[in-house]
């Protein structure tokens, strides 16, 4: 073994694009500026997927294949990018439940509960109820 095989990630899993970026290179810092959320473990931030049964050793969980560092988009963006919903198994509440704040100021000055009133977010009373 070396150094490098316990340095911590050096990329990081860019969620709108399907793509891993260089942590703390020019478009990870971009990123972030524009309201981005960088998480240690983006599995933390998605729905219950069940167990299956894969083989006799017993069940593989699903959600193990997300364990990774990644950046998840502004709670507005999130809310009207529905390929993303259809790509991973994450939502808005997800992403409130994992620890997002409704009260983050977003690059348009508002904060994201403002910004999901505006949007008239149909979950809204749902995602209150977490808070």
């Known amino acids: 073994m070396n150094?490098?095989?316990f340095d911590i990630s050096e990329e990081v899993f860019n969620l709108s694009t399907n793509r891993w970026i260089k942590k703390n290179g020019k478009l990870y810092k971009r990123l972030l500026r524009d309201d981005y959320k960088y998480?240690?473990?983006f599995l933390h931030y998605l729905e219950d997927i069940p167990p299956i049964d894969?083989?006799?050793y017993g069940a593989i969980h699903?959600?193990?294949d997300f364990?990774?560092?990644?950046?998840?988009?502004?709670?507005?963006?999130?809310?009207?990018r529905r390929d993303l919903c259809r790509r991973y198994p994450?939502?808005?509440g997800t992403v409130?439940?994992?620890g997002m704040s409704l009260f983050t100021k977003e690059k348009n000055g508002k904060t994201s509960l403002k910004n999901l009133i505006g949007m008239d977010y149909s979950s809204?009373?749902?995602l209150l109820e977490m808070r």
């Open 54 to 56: 894969t083989d006799e």
């Open 39 to 41: 998480v240690e473990d």
């Open 90 to 92: 994450i939502s808005v």
């Open 124 to 126: 809204l009373s749902a």
């Open 3 to 5: 150094d490098q095989d």
């Open 67 to 80: 364990y990774y560092p990644a950046l998840i988009l502004p709670l507005s963006t999130l809310a009207v």
């Open 62 to 64: 699903l959600l193990a």
């Open 96 to 98: 409130v439940e994992g």
